[in-house]
């Protein structure tokens, strides 16, 4: 008799305990699995389904006010190489065979597309480095080109690079991103508008989170978060663009002919104080700003002393504060004593007896001063402040310079200078501020503030309008109406024949200074003109200030040529119909 | 004697007359249908609810697949949208109009006329492009200009 056949139950026993602990195992397991970690797994399996992607924000555009795209943002994509996937490429054909794998094969697969020497590619594919850049500015068809070909270990990242596609055209004042070493693909400070506009024109950079699928397309009920990236405003401006490109071939054409060091054209809408161009010589394409060097707008940056082209604000003192009227008459010498200093006029002539009008019209300094003699120092302190000179005009670009007016009872409001501002010298302007006082005189004596921008739109439908108001009046409008009666007479029977414009009545003023030249000399001469069109009914003000033209100093010569052809080309964009009425002529002489 | 008390002779028992009514055979109750009923409704629904998940899931699976094409799409499009944009905004800049016209052998118009629509007349003398007219070409009898100060009571010997 066999006793372990005649025992069951102990085994048994032992058997069923076995398996008890076995499924009491499998039940803790589970438990442990299914109730302790089951978060954290279930977090572990999200994470790794997860994907990330950053959504660059698209910069908003500059547009010209018509409607001409002068800084976009286009997209590029910078393409780099792991060379430690690129290692693991491997790529069969139909028949299962390895058509391609290594460095090796992604360079022969992708030197033909992007252009390289493939043995230059593959060296540069092959190391253990995980981080190689290729092709730092790809256009979309070229990555879409290279991400079709599916080579393991190629990334592209998506950015976007600032275009300017209308050139030098107002680049002066677009500004440009500064880009800083090491850093190219993400520029972080700006200059010009770029600079002034950035709150408006910077976008909202996104980000998503996605649960994807092999095939990297989002699981349905899958974890999703982020947010969309969102674009800058579109910034649009009162420039004209074919006026202001037309302004700047004006004037570099003009520059180059003279042998000047430089210039600049201002054209504003008298009515409005839009500025229509804002140009200066050697404006360069902001997107090559960093090779070829581009310096702000030298238009509001800059200051010379306005010279004859500032008589218009004594001529409006005397005429506003009753001295004289345009008629009234003078026997002027070529030279004479005021307080003690001896000042004369540009050129010898006889006593002359000349009007008030005839003594703009002849650009005389002497009979200036003698029809402002009688009004006080603080007066004449409170008319060039009241045109704008000495403070900023507030455009929307950096670095204005406010210009220079001394302050009546300080050393530098001396004998001398409180004659010399008479006939703008002794005072410091820019080309924004020179203009703006015939804005006024041509706007019935009322400023409108000078500005840049128009309105702006943002992607969320957001949208606003610069507003100027009713402007602030200056000077009577009777005084600004017989201003620019004289100053045609400039045109007409003085100094600025060179301006005419056919079919057009102009009013405007030459002026010539001379300035410390950068050797220190006194031999730096700023020719300038600046007028008005039509005289009949102003609808522009502008002023070209051209530096130390060689061939000639006159403004005649040198700026009024400019002035016309700027304001013949303005006058055409804006439909302005030529002058059908003759002008009222003022006597010059008596 | 006995105290016992005489048992009461039992009365002898008569057949009674019957009286329940005859047996009849019954039908047997009806079955309760409703219980399969609820069965097949409910098996019906849940086949229905779990072939219509299968097909949501389904469905919602190849609309992601579909959706991520789309949005793959959607941004290559996009991008071409801003290639073309960008080739388009270079070509309307007013340089390359300007080259492109000048390279057709137009030349900028500097004179132009209007026609007043009020009385037909017109407004401006017409001059063909590249051609200056007299009044154009008239220089200031008045050659001489004037200077801020003193210092350019001698100008440049070419303006004398």
Known sequence: MRQGAARPGPRQRFIRIGVLLVLLGFGARLIYIQAVQADALAAQGVTTRMVHYDEPA?????????????????????????????????????????AYAGAAGAAELLAPVIGWDETELRG????????????????????????????????????????????????????????????????????????????????????????????????????????????????????????????QNAIDDQVAEMGAESGSVVALDVKTGEILALADSGTVDP????????????????????????????????????????????????????????????????????????????SSNIGTMMAAQNVPDQTRYDYLTKFGFGKVTGVELPAENPGIVHVPGTQWWDGRTRNTVLFGQGVGVNALQAAGVYQIVGNGGVAMPPHLVRSWQCPDGRTDTTTVGKGNRVISRDTANQLVGMLESVVDDGTGGTAKITGYRVAGKTGTSEMIGPDGNADFFVSSFIGLAPANDPRIAVAVIVNDAQTSSWGATVAAPVFKKVASFALQRLDVPPSTDEPVKIPTTW | MSAIPAPVPRRASTPEPTTRPALRVVRPPRRRVGYALLVIVCGWLLAVGVGAVLWFNTTMAADAFERHELEVELADLAEQRAIVL??????????????????????????????????????????????????VNQESEWAGEESGEESLSQPPEAEL
């Open chain 2, 86 to 135: 960008e080739r388009i905004n270079d070509h309307e800049s007013p340089a390359s109009l300007a080259d492109r016209a000048r390279d057709l052998g137009m030349l900028p118009g500097t004179h132009i006329t209007y026609v007043r629509l009020s009385d037909g007349s017109t407004i401006g003398q017409p001059v063909a492009a590249g051609e200056e007219s007299e009044e």
């Open chain 1, 58 to 98: 698209r910069r908003g555009d500059i547009l010209a006010a018509d409607g001409t795209i002068l800084a976009t943002d286009v997209p590029r994509y910078s393409v780099e190489a792991n060379q430690l996937e690129i290692d693991l490429f491997v790529r069969k054909d139909s028949h299962g065979n390895v």
């Open chain 1, 124 to 247: 540069a594919l092959t190391g253990d480095s995980a981080w190689v850049p290729l092709i730092k500015d790809a256009e979309p068809p070229l990555w879409r080109r290279i991400s079709e070909l599916g080579v393991r270990g190629i990334f592209g990242t998506l950015y976007y690079e600032r275009s300017y596609p209308a050139g030098a055209v107002a680049g002066n004042i677009l500004g440009y991103p500064f880009k800083g070493e090491g850093d190219d693909d993400h520029p972080g400070h700006y200059t010009g508008l770029e600079l002034t506009e950035n709150d408006l024109l910077t976008g909202k950079p996104g980000s998503r989170d996605v649960e994807v699928g092999g095939g990297g397309q989002p699981i349905p009920g899958g974890e999703y978060s982020g947010t969309p990236a969102r674009s800058g405003c579109d910034v649009v401006l009162t420039l004209d663009s074919d006026l202001q490109w037309a302004a």
């Open chain 1, 287 to 362: 997107a090559e700003a960093r090779e070829r060097g581009l310096g702000g707008s030298a238009a509001v940056e800059d200051i010379f002393e306005p010279g004859s082209t500032g008589k218009v604000v004594t001529m409006a003192m005397v005429l506003e504060t009753g001295e004289a009227t345009p008629t009234s008459t003078y026997s002027v010498p070529w030279t004479a004593t005021f307080g003690g200093q001896v000042f004369k006029d540009h050129d010898e002539h006889a006593t002359s007896n000349w009007t008030l009008n005839g003594i703009l019209a002849q």
